[in-house]
């Protein structure tokens, strides 16, 4: 089963207003990133918050974790149409021979003009 | 700044066909992996490398195999295709085995018929 999970699948908003979206997860984590696809493409990096973190901020984007609830949110403030694309966070988990990122399934957001 | 470059773009193959598809990095990271992602499952990992000579599996390693050719390669094998394998497949890499992020590949769409 997927260890992230995000929530809602789709957020569709208008232009100008923030988007907020959840992720929670299983098992303990290095830290917790958040990734952007467009359609079509493959995925980008958006920001990475460690696992003793709580709040980081980059831009219009700002992630919260909260480890005692394993979830995390991701906040885009003043959204843009240029926004619209699907947004999947990542756990960083470690194991015996490394680490490896085991994604969610993704929120869909759209962004109306 | 090529980055992660997998090839094919695209493949159509028939049941019981192999194929290798090729990913290489220029970043000298230490770490790749490989993802396919199917319609609202999001990503899932299929196998990974964590350093050069290493190789374990991921969530859905059934039907393929991996070679971590150099520090730069990580080739996946498809040895006797199935429609089941129809999906998009993504080549990543980061540079460390935690709290870095990862860069991925544009895709390889694959169809077996």
């Known amino acids: 089963s997927q260890q992230g999970e995000e929530d809602p699948q789709a957020l569709s908003i208008q232009e100008g207003e923030n988007a907020t979206m959840n992720c929670s997860y299983k098992?303990?984590?290095?830290?917790l990133q958040w990734y952007r696809q467009n359609s079509g493409r493959g995925l980008v990096h958006l920001i990475l918050i460690r696992s003793n973190e709580r709040e980081k901020h980059s831009g219009r984007l700002r992630v919260t974790l909260d480890t005692s609830k394993k979830s995390s949110s991701l906040l885009i403030t003043a959204s843009r149409a240029a926004d619209t694309a699907s947004y999947f966070c990542?756990?960083?988990?470690?194991?015996?021979?490394?680490?490896?990122?085991?994604f969610g399934e993704g929120t869909q957001l759209t962004v109306n003009p | 700044n090529a980055g992660v470059t997998q090839t094919p773009k695209f493949q159509v193959l028939k049941t019981g066909q192999s194929m290798t598809l090729q990913c290489a990095q220029d970043?000298?990271?230490?770490?790749m992996y490989w993802y396919r992602q199917d319609p609202g499952m999001g990503l899932r990992l299929i196998y990974y490398s964590a350093s050069e000579g290493t190789t374990d599996k991921g969530e859905v390693p059934n039907g393929y195999n991996v070679s971590r050719l150099n520090k730069r390669e990580f080739s996946l094998r498809l040895e006797s295709a199935a429609p089941s394998q129809t999906s998009v497949y993504f080549c990543?890499?980061?540079?460390?085995?935690?709290?870095?992020?990862?860069?991925f590949g544009q895709g390889t769409r694959l169809t077996v018929v």
């Open positions: 990542a756990t960083d988990i470690r194991e015996t021979s490394g680490s490896r990122l085991t």
């Open positions: 098992t303990s984590i290095n830290n």
């Open positions: 970043m000298n990271h230490n770490s």
């Open positions: 990543a890499s980061s540079l460390y085995d935690r709290n870095t992020e990862a860069f």
